[in-house]
């Protein structure tokens, strides 16, 4: 069988019954954010990487964990990124 030949079973075995090719979730969305048990999108922090010599306690310890994505940025990501949900 061709290169062609192969490719083209490739291609269709990704179609589902509806005849649609099904939507990949992006790879960094998955790395980067959660999904809450009630459907909104947790994030964390942002600057807590490298150069934490510069920022002061009180800053690095409000910084701990995740929080809840603002609902624009959501809604952004959501359609973008995460065509199926997280899991």
């Not at 009180?58 to 603002?70: F, I």
């Not at 959501?74 to 995460?82: G, L």
Request: hydrophobic residues 35%; contains cysteine.
């Amino acid at each position: 069988m061709t290169k062609w030949g192969i490719l083209f079973i490739l291609k269709q075995s990704r179609k589902t019954e509806a005849g649609m090719c099904k939507l990949k979730t992006h790879s960094g969305t998955k790395k980067r954010f959660r999904m809450s048990s009630t459907g909104k999108i947790l994030r964390a922090y942002a600057f807590k990487k490298h150069n934490l010599r510069k920022r002061s306690k009180d800053m690095k310890r409000a910084s701990r964990g995740t929080v809840v994505m603002h609902a624009s940025d959501a809604k952004i990501i959501r359609r973008a990124f995460i065509p199926y949900g997280l899991a």
